[in-house]
């Protein structure tokens, strides 16, 4: 760029130093002379359009007014402050007195003498004349090559200004390019970090689900063993009194054998789940799939039956009104919030009203939905809503359902679900099978 525009510079000054070359004390050759020189100079100043676009080209301006060389160092110039400046105003401005300015220098060159001017002895002498003594023969006369110079000179304008454009609309599609994918790695941020969140979310309500149901049927159970403990103490102490009715029964030794056997395997499921939580946390990749409904946390009639008898074997008294069908065909994930319900209610009951009767109602079907009712007598006036409850109503709304709990006047406690039918999706087996 500042090769051609230097060129060009001196290609001007070279036309127009013509009449002065034979008379070298003259003042106009000594101005040809310092033209030239500074000729190379000048462009350089296109190496600051990108910092000081403006000031760059209307230096430009002052400079193709001044000097005798081609507008292109000026349309350079233009091209720079067309691309990055985008105000309206300032570029029109900025074109018209490029257009003004260049058709002025083009101009100025056809009026000098044929020998001194690129228009004429260049572009539209005769072949094979002006040199070699042959007299320079013009082919058209000085309007017609003025017009012409002007025309070509606003097309040069148009074309230096439309690449400006070009050049301005390209960056600014990049700068956009840039911002959406700014936009979109935050948003990839943005959705890692929610994931992030639902998993730990999901952890935290698998391990409240599963810890505290197992934990709570282990301090029931130490507190049943306790109780015995004691009347087997008070019985061995009447036997050393001589009572014969005192003495601890058979009966009494194996049920105390049977209560601790029980402890000692709901600590062991206990300790499985809490080492089942730790790989989550230490694999969270794998998280999802573990947290994934199974057989042992989906609402089936195993499972329902294998949590009424691990509360009736922690002493709950427990009145059952169940009346589900085609559980096979229910999602897992709407069958395991209405598994963690049924556990969720259990273990509430056990933590707040231990040793009061408790009431499952669970109705499940494809015309009703599945509705599960756990009620049971509190021992104070109110109960403070925990993060199981919490969750349980997020993971109710998850799966289009409903969750409402509370104590009524009576102060019985209610915690009632509603969830909506949704069928099983077939597996890629039993399609393939179909």
């Given at each position: ?17 013509q ?48 000097f ?76 017609t090559i ?13 074309v ?28 990839e ?23 505290a ?28 009194d ?61 499972s329902?039956?294998?949590l ?70 509190m ?44 069928p ?11």
């Amino acid at each position: 760029m500042i090769l051609l525009a230097s060129f060009m510079c001196l290609v001007q000054t070279s036309y127009a130093a013509q009449r002065y070359v034979s008379d070298p004390h003259n003042a106009m050759f000594v101005w040809m002379t310092a033209s030239t020189l500074l000729s190379l100079a000048f462009p350089f100043m296109l190496l600051l359009r990108s910092q000081y676009p403006e000031s760059v080209f209307w230096t430009s301006c002052a400079v193709i007014l001044v000097f005798p060389y081609d507008p292109l160092l000026m349309l350079m110039a233009l091209t720079s402050l067309v691309a990055r400046r985008s105000d309206t105003a300032r570029t029109i401005r900025a074109v018209c007195a490029a257009a003004v300015i260049g058709g002025w220098a083009q101009l100025r060159d056809v009026l000098r003498t044929p020998d001194s001017s690129l228009w004429q002895s260049a572009i539209f002498a005769k072949p094979h004349t002006g040199v070699d003594g042959e007299p320079l023969i013009v082919l058209a006369g000085i309007p017609t090559i003025a017009a012409t110079a002007i025309v070509v000179e606003l097309i040069a304008v148009a074309v230096a200004t439309l690449i400006g454009l070009y050049i301005r609309s390209r960056a600014r599609l990049i700068r956009a390019d840039e911002r959406a994918q700014a936009i979109s790695r935050h948003a990839e941020n943005l959705e890692h970090d929610l994931s992030d969140k639902r998993l730990a979310e999901a952890i935290a309500a698998e391990a409240h689900d599963t810890l505290a149901h197992s934990l709570s049927l282990i301090a029931l159970n130490a507190s049943a063993l306790q109780v015995e403990a004691k009347k087997l103490a008070k019985a061995s102490a009447n036997a050393d009194d001589g009572s014969v009715h005192g003495r601890p029964s058979g009966d009494g030794i194996t049920e105390l054998a049977a209560k601790a056997d029980e402890i000692r395997r709901q600590a062991a499921g206990a300790l499985d789940e809490a080492h089942a939580i730790i790989g989550m946390l230490r694999h969270p990749q794998q998280a999802w799939e573990q947290l994934q409904p199974d057989g042992d946390t989906s609402l089936t009639r195993e499972s329902l039956d294998a949590l009424c008898a691990d509360a009736r074997s922690a002493g709950t008294q427990l009145n059952t009104w169940i009346d589900v069908q085609q559980l096979s065909m229910l999602d897992e994930d709407t069958g395991k919030v209405a598994y963690r319900t049924i556990q969720e209610g259990l273990t509430n009951a056990r933590r707040h009203a231990a040793g009061q009767p408790v009431s499952l109602e669970v109705h499940a079907d494809p015309g009703q939905g599945v509705h599960v009712h756990v009620s049971n007598p509190m021992q104070s006036a109110a109960i403070v809503p925990g993060n199981g409850l919490t969750g349980l109503e997020a993971r109710a709304k998850s799966v289009g359902g409903i969750c409402r709990f509370g104590t009524d006047d009576r102060r019985l406690f209610h915690l009632d679900v509603r969830l909506p039918w949704r069928p099983r999706h077939p597996t890629p087996e039993a399609e393939r099978v179909q």
